[in-house]
Each structure stands twice: as structure tokens, then as C-alpha cells.
């Protein structure tokens, strides 16, 4: 667009230039000899009745002579050429012209002769076709003898005759100059005063001007800028408005574009609804790591040239295909009955089983689909998409591949979620959440090595809702990072008070904190700001995130990341094992510990063989990127003993303790040898 722009810039600059170049060069004049045959129809001779004349012709020359007697009474004598073609009515438009050349000879028995010439105008206004002296009198009165070469003669030097203007009563505004309509060229006598012969000789008599004066090819070429300014502008204005309402990989509308077309289209007058399905490409991210970004985005465009294959046949306007975000994607129908929404999810469902064929090999995908339709409470966008994706997550909640309907079941979550975080702002107002603790273990002295803290809310609105529930909940609704400080202070405010009791043997304290800080830019800030206010050493500290909080990182969440370690601070990865992390990425991150997922620890001494396999390797990639290992949830001695002989750094789960208060933590770090866990300790059981 900007190179479009450019040329058009360049190309009416250098047309301007021409334009201005040729005009002063004279290539804009335009010039008419009167005089030439082909110029005029007819010449004449006029004259008064006591005077005797003749017409003579020389070539391109053309003259009257005259002969008067007796002087005793007005007397004029000339000529007149006819301009017009036909009747008088039909004359020579001569306004592009500025001024007349002329060359004419006159011999007459006077001191100082004097001939008058006339451009007679037919104006509808004032004129009579059967009178000829009704044509208007533009003239001018000049002595020939005095120059000895042609004379120039500005038109506007021309006047309209007072006597004509007084005999046919015109008003002022016809009073005025006109040369649109000339009818005739006259040269006449202006005094005949004395007997005798009078000769006229009209040796030239040629008009000059130019099509366009420079004044106004000036405005014209003003009024050229400011259109193609406003051109620009709209076409500027346009694209800009396709780019902000356009996905650039896909090339389909974005959520903005969505909305624009929702808005637009989501009118009462409709006889049917509109219907949203609402999808996400499941396992998205595993596919990214084990193909790498190039195929992913094939795959993206794959998966919507396949959906353009499945949308029934219709008119283009009666549906809108949109990519949300990532591997999220939206179509918005017009005109669809209920059954046919069935069977069209269906349908998509089913088809999404064969694999979408990329450049370099095939994959096959599932989508989590959830519909929508507008109603009386989803009567907009934001409502529509909202009740979409609540679907979209039911289906992926309930197992994936499959798609949803919003009906009342996902209305009353919807409600639910909302009265939780309702109570929730509540309770962060009235500080009524508080902290348990849950220790992590050296898995070789099983002595505290750290505590894990654990948020839990008092509020006895809240009561049966645990941190599984209403910590989603709070990341819905914009509140965990209000939630995160608040868990983060309160630790703090805890070590700051008894830092006597880990000076020998230290704990660590490991805080759980949600993905959303990664793309919070004040967070290490008041990180940093908490640290100061309570003196805390930062090597007492551990922030936790879970390992599919990394699914969508970016250079921004790891520059996040980096900011946290640069402080002291230790990262770890909880839930390790269960976001498609490719061992080949732990590299990026720049975290020092890794808390093996419950659900490898559950089935670890039974049949299945895949989830020890999978520890062993956790375990032995950890040491070989020099990376510690917790193993969470741990139950049975056999569990334990199995970590212990596969070298797991540390140990957390009923087995050694249940969470506890501040207050038992204390008490049970101070005295280590109160709850004696070294009979678990024994030689390793054979692999």
C-alpha cells in the first residue's frame, strides 16, 4: 500500500511539473484568425443611406470603400464578417481567448480617424433574432494611423455601448461583457464628419488565449492533490481497516472482524438466529513441539481450508469463518435450522478423523466444538462467544473430540463461576483466605528440605470450595493476580516473623503462581518491591508454575522468567509430565527443579510399566540438564523406596506429612525426630 502510495505521489508530482512546464511553454494557447475564409461564413458591408459603398477582397484581406457626399446627418461606413453558423443565435464561443491582434489600415479625410470595432454577442436575455442591432455591442475604438504595426487589444479593454444598453433597457447584469455567443465581427467608421472617399483594409484580425489559464490550472491541480489525498486516505483508511479485522496467517477475519460481523448481521428483524461454533484444536501444542511452528501454521491453514469444505453451500455473506487466537476458531451462520447444527457438528467432528495433508507429511487432529445460538440473554457478541466457549470447554472438559450444545447445565456453571467469584472478591477484601503448608522431604534423610504453601479460603460462603475450584475461577475473572500477592505477602510476612527457626537447617518456601504472570509486566516489580519490604533472602523462595502454563509462552513470559531468577529466586516446574513439554525445550526455561505429576507416582509399582518408564526418564533427564526432581503425592513406602532407588532428590506426599498450619510447621521443624520417618529408609527394592 505504501509503495502504491508512493507512486501515486510521484507520478502527480511529475504531472503537476509537465502540466506547469507546458503551459509556460505555450502549449496550452489557442489562437483564431478571424479574417481566414474558413473562419467566418459571410462578409458584408453596412452602412448609412448617404453613403455610397463597395466590398473589396485582397487574398486573406478584406475592406470596404466608402464615398460620402453630404455630410449633413449621422453617416458610419464598414464592414462585418459572420461568425455564426447559420442564425445569429448559434455564434462563436471566444471566452478561452484574452485579447485580439489587430492590423488594420484606414484612410480618411480627418485629422485623427477613428474606427470602432464590435464583438457582437446573441444572448437569449436581450436578443431578437429579427432584430440585429438587439446583439450586444462589445467594442472598442481605436486610431490605426497611430501604429505602425498590428495593435494588441486585451478584450477585457472592450465596453458594452451605453447608447445599445439605453435603447433595449438592459439591466446591469447584462450590461456586462460577453463573449460566449459572437455572432459578428464588425468594423466601422466612428465619425464620417467630413466628405469624401474612406478606405478600410483588415489586414489581420486574430484571436489569443490559452485552453486553461495558469490561475486556474493551478486550482484545478489543487483540486487533483486534495482528491488523491482523499483517495489515499480512504483506500489508507480501508486496508487498515482489512489488516485490524484480518488474520495474517489464514487470511480470515480476526475476533475483531467476528465482532464487526456479528454486530452487523445480528439484527431482530432475522427470522433465525445466528449459531456460533466455537472450536479448538485439541493438543495443539504437543503437535508445535514435535513438528516445530512451520508445520503447525500449515496445519492451521489446513484445518481451515478443510472447514471451508464442510460449511454448506450458501451464499458467502450468510456465514463468517474467523480465527480467534492461536488454535481457536469461530464460524458464525445466518440462516440454520436446528437439526441442521446437529448435523453439521457432527459432520465436522467425524471429518476432522481423516489426517489434513501438509507439503511435508499428514496429521490427523480432533477438535473440543462448542455451539451457540443468539437469544434474549445472548443477544450480542460478547455474550454469544462467552456462551460459545463455555460449551467448547464443557467438550474439552469431558474428554475432548467432541462438541457441546450451551444449554442449562453449562448456563448454570456459567452462574456458578460467576457467584464464586463474586464470593471470592469478597473474601480477598475481608483477608479471608489463609495458608497451609505442606513439606517436601529430602528423599535421602527425609529431614523438611521445603514447604510447598497451599492457599485456602475461610469465607463460610465459600466453604466445601477448594483451591481446584476457585483458583480457575479467579484466573476467569481477573483476580489471581490480586490472589498470587496476596499468598506471596502473607508467606513473607510468615518468614519474616520466625527467620530464627531456618537458619539451620534452611526451608525453602515453594509458592504456586498462576500462568497469567508471565504476561504481567508489574509482577516482578512488586516481587522484588515484597522482598525489600520484608528483608527476605531470596534464596528462601521458590516460585512454582505449572508445566502447561508453558503451552503458550513467549519471549515476553520467558524474559518474565529470567527477570525472577535473576533475583535469587528458584523456579520449578509443577505438574511436569502432563503438557507435552518436549525434554529438548527444558533448555528455554530457565527453572532448577522439576515436581513429577501425582498421576506417574499413582501407578508407578503396578502393571503399568509406561508410567515408571516415563519417571526413570524424567529423573534421568533432570540430572542430565543438572535439574533437581520432587516427586509429588507419594502414598506407599513402595512408591517411595522405588524413588529412591531411581536417585529422586526429594519426596512430597500423606506418606511423610498432610498439609499443615504455620504453627505445626514450626513445631515439627524444631523437632525433626517427633514424627521419626527413618524406618521408610531401607535398602532399595530391585528394579
Request: net charge negative; glycine share 4%.
Amino acid at each position: 500500500m505504501s509503495e502504491l502510495n508512493g507512486k501515486v505521489v510521484v507520478s502527480l508530482f511529475l504531472c503537476s511539473v509537465l502540466a506547469i512546464l507546458a503551459h509556460r511553454m505555450g502549449a496550452l494557447k489557442v489562437e483564431l484568425d478571424l479574417t481566414l475564409p474558413e473562419n467566418y461564413s459571410e462578409y458584408g458591408k453596412i452602412s448609412s443611406s448617404n453613403v455610397t459603398s463597395a466590398l473589396v477582397s485582397d487574398g486573406n484581406q478584406v475592406g470596404v470603400n466608402c464615398s460620402l457626399s453630404d455630410s449633413y446627418d449621422y453617416n458610419f461606413c464598414g464592414l462585418n464578417l459572420t461568425l455564426s453558423e447559420g442564425a445569429p443565435s448559434k455564434g462563436l464561443n471566444i471566452e478561452n481567448y484574452d485579447h485580439i491582434e489587430l492590423y488594420i489600415t484606414y484612410e480618411a479625410p480627418l485629422a485623427r480617424p477613428k474606427i470602432r470595432v464590435s464583438l457582437r454577442n446573441f444572448g437569449e436575455a436581450y436578443s431578437k433574432l429579427e432584430d440585429d442591432v438587439s446583439l450586444k455591442f462589445n467594442s472598442v475604438t481605436y486610431q490605426p494611423d497611430k501604429y505602425n504595426a498590428p495593435v494588441i487589444v486585451p478584450l477585457n479593454a472592450f465596453q458594452v455601448e451605453n447608447w445599445w444598453v439605453e435603447q433595449y433597457s438592459v439591466g446591469f447584469e447584462n450590461g456586462q461583457l460577453d463573449f460566449s455567443n459572437i455572432s459578428y465581427l464588425e468594423i466601422v467608421t466612428d465619425n464620417m464628419s467630413n466628405p469624401g472617399e474612406y478606405s478600410i483594409r483588415v489586414l489581420k484580425a486574430k484571436l489569443y488565449g490559452e485552453l486553461i489559464s495558469e490561475q486556474d490550472l493551478l486550482k484545478i491541480m489543487l483540486i487533483m492533490w486534495l482528491l488523491a489525498i482523499i483517495l489515499l486516505i480512504t483506500m489508507q483508511r480501508n486496508k487498515l481497516k482489512v489488516i485490524s479485522t484480518t488474520d495474517t496467517l489464514t487470511g480470515l477475519l480476526n475476533r475483531r472482524g467476528l465482532q464487526d460481523w456479528v454486530t452487523r448481521n445480528n439484527s431482530h428483524s432475522n427470522s433465525k438466529p445466528l449459531h456460533m461454533f466455537y472450536f479448538d484444536i485439541d493438543d495443539f501444542k504437543k503437535i508445535n513441539d514435535s513438528y516445530g511452528h512451520i508445520v503447525g501454521d500449515e496445519l492451521l491453514c489446513g484445518f481451515c481450508y478443510k472447514l471451508r469444505q464442510l460449511i454448506p453451500k450458501g451464499g458467502h455473506d450468510s456465514y463468517a469463518l474467523s480465527r480467534l487466537s492461536g488454535d481457536e476458531f469461530a464460524i458464525v451462520f445466518k440462516e440454520l435450522d436446528t437439526d441442521d447444527v446437529l448435523k453439521l457438528a457432527e459432520r465436522i467432528i467425524k471429518a476432522m478423523h481423516s489426517p489434513i495433508a501438509l507439503s511435508s507429511n499428514s496429521i490427523k487432529i480432533t477438535v473440543s466444538l462448542g455451539i451457540a445460538a443468539t437469544d434474549k440473554v445472548a443477544n450480542n457478541y460478547h455474550r454469544l462467544i462467552g456462551h460459545a466457549d463455555s460449551a467448547m470447554y464443557y467438550a474439552k472438559k469431558s474428554g475432548k473430540n467432541q462438541f457441546k450444545l450451551f444449554d442449562e447445565s453449562v448456563s448454570k456453571d456459567i452462574y456458578f463461576r460467576k457467584q464464586v467469584a463474586e464470593k471470592l472478591q469478597k473474601a480477598l477484601q475481608q483477608d479471608e483466605f489463609t495458608l497451609n503448608f505442606m513439606p517436601i522431604f529430602d528423599s535421602k534423610t527425609l529431614q523438611i528440605h521445603s514447604a510447598e504453601v497451599l492457599v485456602r479460603c475461610q469465607a463460610e460462603s465459600l466453604k466445601g470450595i477448594g483451591p481446584d475450584i476457585f483458583i480457575p475461577i479467579a484466573e476467569e475473572y481477573d483476580m489471581i493476580k490480586h490472589l498470587d500477592l496476596w499468598v506471596i505477602e502473607a508467606t513473607f510476612k510468615k518468614i519474616s516473623s520466625e527467620q530464627n527457626f531456618f537458619i539451620e537447617p534452611p526451608i525453602k518456601f515453594c509458592i504456586n503462581i498462576s500462568a497469567l504472570e508471565l504476561h504481567n509486566p508489574q509482577f516482578t516489580k512488586h516481587l522484588k518491591k515484597l522482598l525489600n519490604k520484608y528483608k527476605i533472602d531470596p534464596n528462601f523462595i521458590e516460585l512454582e508454575i505449572t508445566e502447561t502454563s508453558l503451552i503458550e509462552t513467549d519471549e515476553r513470559s520467558i524474559a518474565v522468567l529470567n527477570d525472577i531468577r535473576a533475583m535469587g529466586i528458584g523456579l520449578a516446574l509443577d505438574d511436569f509430565g502432563t503438557g507435552y513439554t518436549a525434554f529438548n525445550q527444558l533448555v528455554r526455561y530457565p527453572v532448577n527443579c522439576l515436581k513429577i505429576d501425582k498421576s506417574f507416582i499413582d501407578n508407578l509399582t503396578g502393571d503399568n510399566e509406561t508410567k515408571s518408564t516415563m519417571v526413570k526418564a524424567i529423573i534421568s533427564i533432570a540430572k542430565s540438564y543438572r535439574l533437581q526432581t520432587v516427586a509429588e503425592g507419594i502414598e506407599t513406602p513402595e512408591q517411595f523406596n522405588y524413588l529412591l532407588q531411581h536417585q529422586c532428590d526429594y519426596v512430597q506426599g500423606y506418606l511423610f506429612a498432610k498439609p499443615m498450619s504455620w504453627e505445626a510447621l514450626c513445631e515439627k521443624h524444631q523437632s525433626p525426630r517427633a514424627d521419626n520417618l527413618t524406618y521408610l529408609i531401607h535398602p532399595p527394592m530391585e528394579a
